[in-house]
């Protein structure tokens, strides 16, 4: 009898089942942490891919290696435009790193997904007790669960160029809405086709969402807030007004979507514009010299004396399914706790240089006493820190902004009518 | 004819059968050489399971689920919610996204279809046709980032098409900052991009038709426009139907062109389209439930619309 083709059906079945199964566990094992002979490895990923950020982080890395020969954590990176889906396709495959670096927007998301592990109570208090009220904020749920350490942190307030204000004919810049409508018209310059040569006052910023970063900046001067603890709407009265004023600053031809401020404001073609503090360091390699004309101010409110601010951050979390979350929050815990010799964190250090608001209050007194020394400009910023709103993570925060954001675009480029958008957007965030 | 060897092929099989007795070991080597066939169609098989039904089956449950793509026993059954969410009057998903697919798709297709029949005939009339086809054939072979982005700077208000709109007196236009620019804008690059191949099958079915037809209109003293509408369009149907459905359904799938070219689906949504907004609720917000769902719809569409052409296709006679 001549021999089945590929042998027996059963055996080749049981071997293929056998090959898939250890493909699929090996597979598994491939991203996450390992340990062999006592030794663990962690995984970190961030995106802190580029320099200077690369390095700096690879620095505080390397110094825990080589004093924690038993825990070594190794770094992965992505392109901050990747980590989100890095995150969730990891996940997904079971081959998530042991840290995780994400931005706080996202931790409502991923925190009601069980991805973040709930942080020591010492970690905890830490944070909630010696980290800016903003920071912390901005890293703990509406339930009150810690995503983790605070990292990059932020605050916005109005940059402007002095100069450009001194020949309208004004030294000081807005502090009420009247006189921000005021000094945008006069500032805006066009030339006979219409184009713009200068933009009176910039409502947008680079990146992901543009105009909601500003619009939440002028809705904390209203003390008014966007989403709820829970997720929904917000939005009152007060921030049916920011709309109102962004539409009427369009419609006056005071501001634009079709001029990128981080373009065009160091070629001394936008007057204003409300970005947040890290702009600061772009600025100074971009004007060289000319930098001396720009100013910051707290953003402006609807009357004198209030003012507003969005602080976002980062954080530095510790994965759910982590094989070793003990040692994954040692880790953490050492990063953003470990002192120099000026008496500063590391991690604070880390972040000062690069032009973030150290989180830390203790870091924060010291370092940003000696920087504001040197550059005035980062006052605003760095007091901002004491009133700005912390950006919402409710799980449907992301969605949320989104829906902000198609509002706002909707304002300021169709230039659709405030009562109908404002209401729409209120019932799309609600629908989550 | 085919009819009459269908005919003549049953009855030899017929005969074949009542002539034969049952023969035991045959059956034996037909049933072992069935089981042969079958080993060999494994893995195609396999693939065709892993890679196509199996994720096309997860993604019709997954529409019906509610999950938020980190752990698969989080999903939970929701029935049909997902659907009544989307396919509501004040979805944006109806509009402008929907509405926005369509139109973009409906662009797309007119643009290449005309651009690549226009190309295809003049093509026909030139000598060193092997070059002309290559050069349409450029940008196929680019990636769509690399396509997305050169046009994305041609397009800026101090871009190259400003710029000589500017030099005869035109003021400057928003192609991607106007939101009613922005969609034609994108299509017109779509359109662009995809014409290479598009030009290489209309060329294909030119030279298949014969040329003796031709010589027939010439004859008759029939000029150009009318060989063209008369003779090359009527027998070119069969292959501007398949370039009409293939470039339909890459129309409404079109995603990469969209992220590349204005990032978010703005201005104020006017970019927005199903297939980036799928990617949107499943890869950021976190709604596999939802991105599966309106999966789903544009598969439906998309389906409708093809079964609609090859409809049409066959009332005109393109089935012989």
Request: some cysteine.
């Amino acid at each position: 009898m001549r021999p089945a083709l590929f042998g027996r059906p059963g055996r080749t079945a049981r071997f293929a089942l056998v090959a898939g199964a250890a493909a699929l566990v090996l597979s598994a094992c491939g991203g996450g942490s390992g340990s062999a002979n006592g030794k663990v490895t962690l995984t970190f990923l961030s995106h802190y891919g580029d320099e200077p950020m690369k390095g700096g982080i690879s620095k505080l890395i390397n110094e825990w290696n080589s004093s924690h020969p038993d825990v070594q954590v190794k770094q992965q990176t992505v392109k901050f435009d990747d980590l989100l889906t890095t995150l969730n396709v990891r996940q997904t495959g079971g081959r998530g790193a042991d840290i995780l670096s994400s931005y706080a927007l996202w931790g409502g998301q991923l925190a009601a997904n069980g991805v973040l592990d709930k942080p020591p109570a010492d970690v905890a208090k830490d944070i909630a007790g010696n980290y800016s009220p903003a920071a912390a904020a901005a890293v703990t749920s509406g339930s009150g669960q810690v995503f983790g350490y605070p990292t990059e942190f932020n605050t916005y307030v109005l940059f402007y160029n002095k100069k450009l204000l001194a020949d309208a004919g004004y030294t000081k810049p807005p502090s009420t809405w009247a006189e921000l409508k005021d000094i945008a018209e006069k500032t805006t310059k066009k030339d006979s086709s219409g184009n713009y040569k200068v933009e009176g006052l910039s409502l947008i910023q680079d990146g992901d969402n543009q105009t909601a970063h500003p619009f939440l900046s002028l809705l904390n001067s209203t003390g008014s807030t966007f989403l709820k603890p829970g997720g929904e709407s917000a939005l009152d009265d007060n921030a049916k007004s920011v709309m109102q004023l962004e539409s009427d600053l369009v419609k006056s031809g005071s501001t634009t979507t079709s001029i990128m401020p981080t373009k065009n404001f160091p070629s001394n073609g936008v007057a204003m514009a409300i970005q947040a503090g890290w702009w600061i360091g772009s600025l100074k390699t971009q004007m060289k010299g000319d930098y001396k004309n720009v100013g910051t101010a707290p953003v402006p409110g609807p009357e004198a004396g209030k003012k507003g601010s969005l602080a976002y951050a980062f954080f530095t979390g510790v994965n759910a399914r982590s094989k070793h979350k003990q040692q994954a929050w040692q880790f953490l815990t050492w990063l953003n706790s470990n002192k120099n010799t000026q008496g500063v964190t590391e991690m604070g250090d880390f972040l000062a240089t690069n032009g973030l608001i150290p989180p830390r209050k203790a870091d924060a007194d010291i370092l940003g006493a000696k920087l504001q020394a040197a550059d005035p400009n980062l006052t605003p910023i760095y007091q901002a820190a004491d009133y700005a709103m912390a950006e919402s993570n409710a799980a449907n925060g992301y969605k949320a902004k989104t829906s902000l954001h198609n509002a706002l675009d909707k304002i300021l480029v169709n230039h659709a009518p405030v009562d109908r958008t404002f209401n729409d957007l209120i019932a799309e965030i609600n629908r989550k | 004819m085919t009819g009459t060897y269908a005919a003549a092929t049953r009855q030899a099989s017929a005969r074949q059968g009542a002539a034969a007795p049952p023969v035991a070991p045959r059956s034996r080597r037909l049933r072992r050489q069935g089981r042969a066939g079958y080993l060999f169609l494994a893995p195609s098989l396999l693939f065709f399971m892993v890679f196509l039904i199996l994720p096309s089956l997860f993604a019709i449950f997954l529409s019906l689920s509610q999950w938020g793509g980190y752990d698969l026993t989080q999903i939970k059954f929701i029935g049909v919610k997902n659907y009544r969410d989307i396919l509501n009057l004040h979805s944006t998903f109806v509009s402008p996204i929907l509405v926005n697919t369509l139109v973009f798709a409906a662009l797309s297709v007119i643009l290449a279809v005309v651009g690549s029949l226009v190309v295809a005939q003049c093509i026909e009339r030139l000598r060193f046709q092997g070059f002309w086809r290559f050069l349409y054939f450029l940008p196929v072979v680019a990636t769509v980032v690399a396509v997305g982005n050169v046009w994305k700077m041609m397009y800026q208000p101090s871009g190259l098409i400003n710029g000589i709109l500017n030099l005869l007196h035109v003021n400057s236009i928003g192609f991607l900052s106007d939101p009613h620019e922005a969609l034609p804008s994108v299509a017109v690059v779509q359109a662009w991009a995809s014409i290479g191949a598009a030009v290489l099958i209309l060329t294909a079915g030119i030279k298949a038709i014969d040329r003796t037809i031709y010589e027939a209109a010439e004859i008759d003293g029939a000029n150009s426009w009318r060989t063209f509408w008369g003779i090359t369009l009527p027998l070119l149907r069969p292959s501007l139907l398949f370039v009409f459905i293939t470039q339909c359904i890459a129309g409404m799938q079109s995603f990469a062109l969209i992220i590349v070219m204005t990032k978010d689906g703005g201005p104020a949504n006017a970019t927005n389209v199903a297939a980036f907004e799928m990617y949107q609720q499943a890869f950021r917000f976190g709604a596999w439930g939802t991105a599966s769902a309106m999966a789903m719809v544009l598969f439906v569409i998309i389906f409708i619309i093809t079964l609609i052409q090859l409809w049409i296709s066959r009332r005109a006679g393109d089935d012989d």
